[in-house]
């Protein structure tokens, strides 16, 4: 909470800060396997042979997180978002289940009002474009997107009903300045006019990118994006 405090006073207003927190599900894949999986054998273990234990277990996460999450906003975030990295190895009847649950839990939660101004809360699961809608429902400000879906389907069928945050690919960072315009370009179109989108990539940033990569596709949206800063056309947008 320090640090948040910290970054919150050194960024003087320029910007908003956005706090961060692990959904139950994706920290439970790590508490329970140790590390990394390639197929998630002993949390998908636990969730078929015990699943008394493994809902307690993701309880006592969401409350933590909820907790979490609501003392960044008392030190200074003014936005949030829930990291659900391992969701979308789920089946959708699982992931309602044991990912979605939660984090709609953690949702009804959190701190929605602070400092005179609405906390947006930003709900993201990776590989977990098939459930836009629902996820749409789960009572979250926006929806994080990654690069396997395309935002002008995005959009179309999460309507007004939440803002979108994404979609580029991280590793188009390791590419040229000029390619890395390009993708800019391309998925600003690809969401078209109006509000709504928040210009990120699709997952976290890769360890290796150098930094004048970045500043590459931060200057590329600052530029690029005036022209869809208008009204929504009637029309629905290019894809």
């Not at 906390?119 to 996820?135: A, D, R």
């Not at 395309?150 to 000029?178: K, T």
């Not at 930094?211 to 947008?237: F, G, M, T, W």
Request: hydrophobic share 40%; glycine share 10%; aromatic share 8%.
């Amino acid at each position: 909470m320090d640090a948040v405090r910290l970054i919150r006073r050194e960024l003087d207003g320029k910007v908003p800060l956005i706090g961060f927190a692990g959904s139950p599900w994706t920290l439970a894949t790590y508490m329970v396997e140790g590390g990394g999986s390639k197929d998630f054998g002993c949390i998908k273990c636990m969730m078929f042979d015990q699943p008394k234990l493994i809902h307690q277990l993701l309880e006592i996460l969401a409350r933590s997180v909820t907790a979490y999450l609501n003392a960044q906003v008392a030190a200074g975030a003014q936005a949030l978002m829930l990291f659900d990295t391992w969701g979308g190895v789920l089946t959708p009847r699982d992931y309602k289940e044991f990912s979605l649950a939660y984090m709609q839990q953690i949702v009804g939660g959190l701190t929605r009002s602070h400092e005179g101004r609405r906390v947006p809360i930003i709900l993201f699961t990776k590989n977990g474009g098939q459930w836009l809608e629902t996820m749409a429902a789960s009572g979250c400000d926006a929806l994080g997107i990654d690069w396997t879906t395309d935002l002008h389907d995005a959009r179309a069928r999460v309507g007004d009903r939440v803002a979108l945050q994404g979609n580029m690919d991280p590793s188009i960072l390791y590419a040229s300045p000029e390619r890395i315009r390009s993708e800019v370009e391309i998925i600003l179109a690809s969401y078209g006019k109006g509000s709504g989108l928040v210009f990120n990539l699709g997952h976290g940033i890769h360890q290796h990118v150098k930094p004048e990569k970045v500043a590459a596709a931060i200057d590329a949206v600052h530029d690029l994006s005036r022209q869809y800063h208008a009204a929504r056309a009637p029309s629905a947008a290019p894809s």
